[in-house]
């Protein structure tokens, strides 16, 4: 077997091997040649070619997000290690467990006016949970470094960064190894945890109680805790299309839901106890509202961590959700209207968002529903955000259907990357809903040759970011057009072209229904659905579906 002829980097790739981590994202440059070298020619490993370092990361970010292991980006040193920034920041939020390794120059090269050189060492420090800096030459520390980097980023669920300075010549190679790392065998003792009485008592007693579920991986809570949550009448559960989480009495529509309260409404709703668990929450009402009107007590549930997102924070549980809920619940129900209550409420919107819906032109609101009722069963759907996720969450969807959505961060950029990278990684069928800005900003994210052949865009373009029309501060002027929109004539078709992608497109709901039915059915090669809505009236049609409510 070829391997580099620099010990450090030998020393690196024979940890991952023996740690079992597999996948590697190579971004191409030449101070990380010895890596690209060592990785590339060992078998054991399964290498990616991504150009553009902020795509490779979200790519590597979407390969771990849905194997549930760490995941290795490699690059050469200078600003390409910046480029990676976004995506550590989105697995730190995220709790992914995203592995950066950077080549590096010596020590002695670094603020002498060497080229493509800067500080390197702790560049990801407010957002990694480990960062190794390497010695250049082989040693127990550095391999002790390494090893803890790669336990952190499973331990910890998250980033970390390993940086690595190697000396020139870096494309020497010998055929026997020379190095023999000691492995480091991290025994982690199980967290025995145990609900006090004080706690049941308190969840037993109360009438009202708020369970509020974040982005969560499907199949995270057993079924039988679902249904006695389900059973009690004190007990209302809302949940996200990220939460991935089901049951015939849960409301996964919560703007629906609560954007027509009153003051009256709110307080009746008001919890005495809110039980959180999952990651972000989509929902900017429910924060509002929880923010306004606190419970007496607030819950989290998490092994690691315990945001005080309503500045309510009672107490934070570190378990995972099913032994917390194995210890906590029982069928000993309090009487309470407080579900029935929101019941009735819930069945008076799902009637009136189908007769809104029923009459409404064509539009962004229109177009969700369509494919909300439409798409394929069994697939894994990816969401980009501002706009496309915040539509969804207002529609109902075919339960089979896993979503994810980067809410680490919220940010637009790395959307597409991110679901080539699940797609290569999941074994469903992977759709992507994406909005126009959020798709031509991460447009480098079709430079890829992994792209599976049955991989689906579909493009919502609305010349703009739509999302902007429906907040404060909406003006018809040059300035939000150009600076806050970014209106554009843009369309997708010339990449399409120029990445081999098919491509369809649709203006109204005739051309919609034809065209979905063609983009479906072709599984040949990867390909998009740009569908163009009236950017005008988009705004006017969401904001008066909540009205009509």
């Known amino acids: 077997m070829m391997y580099p002829k620099i010990p450090l980097a030998q020393s690196i790739i024979e940890i991952c091997q ?44 979407g390969i771990a997000q849905q194997l549930k292991q760490p995941v290795v980006v490699v690059c050469t040193s200078g600003s390409a290690l910046l480029n990676y920034y976004p995506a550590v920041a989105e697995a730190f939020y995220s709790q992914i467990p995203l592995v950066v390794i950077s080549a590096d120059r010596p020590q002695s090269k670094i603020d002498i006016g060497d080229g493509q050189t800067i500080r390197q060492e702790n ?74 009485n004080s706690t049941k008592e308190a969840w037993n007693k109360a009438t009202k109680k708020l369970v509020l579920v974040g982005e969560l991986s499907p199949n995270s809570v057993e079924q039988q805790y679902l249904d006695i949550l389900a059973k009690d009448s004190s007990v209302v559960v809302l949940t996200e299309k990220t939460s991935n989480l089901h ?73 995972i959700i099913n032994t917390f809920l194995s210890q906590l619940l029982d069928e000993n129900f309090n009487n309470s209207s407080y579900q029935s209550h929101i019941a009735t409420i819930w069945k008076d919107r799902v009637e009136k968002h189908q007769e809104y819906t029923a009459k409404i032109p064509f539009s962004d609101f229109k177009v ?43 940010g637009i950029d790395g959307s597409t990357s991110t679901a080539i990278g699940a797609a290569l990684a999941s074994d469903l069928p992977t759709m992507l809903i994406t909005g126009d800005i959020s798709f031509l900003y991460d447009s480098n994210a079709l430079w890829n040759n992994y792209i599976p052949k049955n991989f689906k865009i579909i493009l919502l373009n609305n010349s703009g970011g739509g999302i902007f029309r429906i907040l404060p501060g909406h003006q018809e002027t040059e300035t939000f057009n150009t600076y806050f929109e970014t209106s554009h004539q843009l369309n997708a078709s010339h990449l399409a072209k120029m990445y081999g992608f098919d491509y369809f497109e649709a203006n109204n709901e005739t051309t919609l229904k034809q065209q979905y039915s063609a983009f479906l059915n072709q599984n040949e090669k990867p390909s998009i659905l740009e569908i163009f809505t009236p950017k005008k009236e988009n705004d006017a049609i969401l904001l008066s579906f909540f009205r009509n409510l």
């Open 123 to 196: 560049v990801f420090a407010n957002h990694s949970l480990y960062n190794a800096n390497l010695l250049e030459n082989v040693s127990t520390e550095n391999d002790n470094n390494i090893q803890m980097a790669l336990q952190v980023a499973v331990a910890q669920n998250g980033p970390v960064h390993i940086n690595a300075p190697f000396e020139e010549p870096l494309y020497e190679t010998v055929s026997e190894l020379q190095v023999q790392p000691k492995i480091i065998d991290f025994t982690t003792e199980e967290k025995y945890f145990s609900l006090g």
């Open 247 to 319: 049951h015939l009495t849960f409301i996964d529509q919560i703007d629906t839901l609560i954007t027509p309260f009153s003051d009256d409404d709110f307080k009746t709703f008001q919890p005495e106890i809110l039980l959180t668990f999952g990651g972000m929450v989509v929902s900017k009402r429910i924060k509002a509202f929880l923010r306004k009107y606190k419970p007496a007590h607030h819950w989290h549930v998490d092994e690691l961590r315990a945001y005080d997102t309503f500045d309510a924070l009672t107490n934070h549980f570190e378990t």
């Open 368 to 410: 969700f529903d369509f494919l909300c009722k439409n798409v394929p069963s069994n697939i894994q759907l990816q969401v980009s955000n501002s706009s496309a996720i915040r539509y969804l969450q207002l529609f109902e969807l075919n339960k089979t259907v896993q979503v994810f959505c980067n809410r680490g961060t919220s």
């Open 18 to 61: 023996q740690k079992g981590v597999q996948h590697i994202v190579i971004s191409p440059g030449s101070r990380n040649a010895p890596l690209t070298i060592g990785f590339t020619n060992n078998p054991f490993f399964k290498c990616y070619s991504i150009a553009d370092e902020r795509c490779a990361a979200f790519f590597a970010l």
